[in-house]
């Protein structure tokens, strides 16, 4: 990890403390600096009384004087961004790259993603499931919202031998799936796991729910619009240029891949928190 790690610091070094803070926009007003030290009222715990935030505008670090608040240890402001926004810490530093037009080149990163998912398939592929591991983590620290890194990672979990995490992961994209209205791609990953699981309560718990949503089907999920999905589907793997999600747990999608399906509106990169 210490190439990310590298990256967060500088992303975090060409952030101006003071945009930040009216980028958070939590009571301006009260923002009050002195010399290299940025008081404000806290956003994280919402604060109304004391500027009990406190950043240090040269090391850009920040830390909450209040105990009970999570900011109470210090962190980079990247780190604030992250908490802020609920993003994982290095999708916070490509956010702000891009929101404080930062001197960062958003477009390598991306790039190294992409690079972190090839290399996590072929040692899937290759059965080394630690190496594969350590790679999707990276690649997902990237695009922690990619659905198709979400179906890789649980692929690798199931690879390795822990049902367990790969059902929490195929169960949490199940719901993304369902929170995009991607009916037929939930649906084909909900009958993959019942053929491995039939009784589980848990999935036919889901079954009824796909049901339910798939009777509120609106005529919009039937004429897809493709955007920024496609454009974040093919950063993550260039190997397929459809629009598509891989809900079959098999292997590479540029071997075997189909047609775009059915897609459901709206941006997969926003999906709930994970
Ligand atoms: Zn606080």
């Given at each position: 990890m210490t190439e990310l790690t590298t990256i967060i610091e500088g992303i975090n070094r060409r952030i101006d403390g003071i945009a930040l803070v009216r980028l958070i926009d939590y009571h301006v007003d009260k923002i009050q600096v002195s010399g290299a030290t940025l008081k404000c009222f806290c956003p994280i715990h919402h604060e109304l009384a004391f500027r009990s935030l406190i950043i240090n505008l040269k090391t850009n670090t920040y830390r909450c004087t209040m105990k009970r608040c999570p900011c109470f240890q210090e962190g980079?402001?990247?780190e604030l961004w992250a908490r802020h926004m609920n993003l994982e810490v290095l999708e916070a530093g490509l956010d702000l790259?891009?929101?404080?037009?930062l001197d960062i080149d958003i477009q390598t990163l991306r790039q190294l993603?992409?690079?972190f998912t090839e290399k996590a398939r072929d040692a899937l592929a290759a059965e080394d499931f630690d190496q594969a591991r350590a790679l999707i983590d990276q690649a997902l620290a990237l695009q922690s919202r990619n659905l198709e890194l979400r179906l890789l990672s649980a692929q690798i979990w199931t690879a390795a031998g822990r049902h367990d995490r790969a059902n929490e992961e195929y169960l949490a994209l199940f719901d993304a799936y369902l929170e995009d209205r991607s009916f037929d791609a939930a649906r084909e990953l909900l009958a993959m796991l019942l053929a491995e699981q039939p009784?589980?309560?848990l999935l036919l718990e889901r079954q009824v729910e796909l049901a339910h949503h798939e009777a509120t089907r609106r005529p919009?999920?039937?004429a897809p619009e493709r955007g920024d999905v496609v454009a974040q589907r093919r950063a993550a793997d260039?190997?397929?240029a459809h629009a598509h999600a891989h809900p079959a747990p098999a292997a590479h999608p540029?071997?075997?891949?189909?047609?775009?399906?059915?897609?459901?509106p709206g941006n997969h990169g926003v999906t709930p928190a994970w």
């Open positions: 980079l402001l990247v790259a891009d929101k404080l037009q993603g992409a690079t009784d589980s309560q919009e999920d039937e260039p190997g397929c540029g071997a075997d891949c189909r047609p775009p399906r059915r897609q459901a």
